[in-house]
């Protein structure tokens, strides 16, 4: 079965560099949702979309922007990265209705180290 | 806000045998819903068990069943017939019926000892 697809696996920048982070949801997943767990640390929420729209904020900061495409899929652009922002970053999606009662789907994370 | 904590960061079980895990939260919601996530050395995030704040029965998953206290807002998850694979990072997660983010505790790391 399909499962949500996260671009690049790694990505290591410079601090005051630019990131992009791609994830692609499970077919015919509605809602995406983005987290990011430090080093030992739970993850936290960032920021949600459902049906292209933002539908959720959280922990997120002003330097990180994220959309949904018309193809569901959706990205997180980082800018000014600084060493703090080193983490894994977990995308997951979800149908709007199915994330109600059976949790969602993560990917397997986009591992970003900042130098 | 809501909050779940695990207080036992670090848990240790014999293989074969029976583990719990603890977890609390602290809502003022009535309608929500709770996961039990696993975390093994590849970093995925894997669904364990789920259960329905509305429902008295406790959830049941093979070897993973959940102990839910609704007035006592505790939700522990018990693995019976240890394996060396259970062995990873748990993390017990709450989420309301109205929202969509999920709220996770800090975690418990599970030994499993051959």
């Known amino acids: 079965a399909a499962g949500v697809i996260q671009s690049p696996r790694h990505l290591i920048k410079e601090k005051r560099e630019t990131a992009t982070l791609k994830c692609y949801p499970i077919?015919?997943?509605?809602?995406v949702y983005w987290y990011q767990q430090g080093p030992g640390q739970d993850p936290q929420f960032l920021i949600s979309f459902y049906e292209k729209m933002q539908s959720d904020k959280g922990s997120i900061p002003d330097r990180f922007s994220a959309q949904q495409f018309s193809d569901y899929h959706s990205e997180l652009n980082m800018s000014s990265l600084e060493l703090g922002d080193s983490a894994l970053y977990f995308c997951?999606?979800?149908?709007?209705?199915?994330?109600?009662?059976?949790?969602?789907?993560f990917g397997s994370g986009t591992r970003l180290t900042v130098v | 806000a809501q909050t779940v904590t695990q207080s036992q960061p670090e848990m240790s079980v014999q293989e074969a045998e029976t583990v719990t895990l603890s977890c609390t939260y602290d809502t003022s919601e009535s309608d929500y819903y709770l996961f039990w996530y696993k975390q093994p050395p590849s970093r995925q995030m894997i669904l364990v068990i789920r259960?329905?704040?509305?429902?008295?029965q406790n959830a049941t998953e093979n070897r993973f069943s959940v102990n839910f206290q609704k007035a006592a807002k505790s939700f522990s998850l018990k693995i019976s017939d240890s394996q060396l694979g259970d062995a990873a990072m748990y993390f017990c997660a709450y989420r309301t019926g109205y929202g969509n983010k999920l709220v996770f505790g800090a975690g418990t790391i599970l030994r499993v000892k051959s």
């Open positions: 259960q329905e704040a509305y429902k008295q």
């Open positions: 077919p015919r997943h509605d809602t």
């Open positions: 997951a999606s979800s149908t709007g209705q199915g994330a109600l009662r059976y949790g969602y789907t």
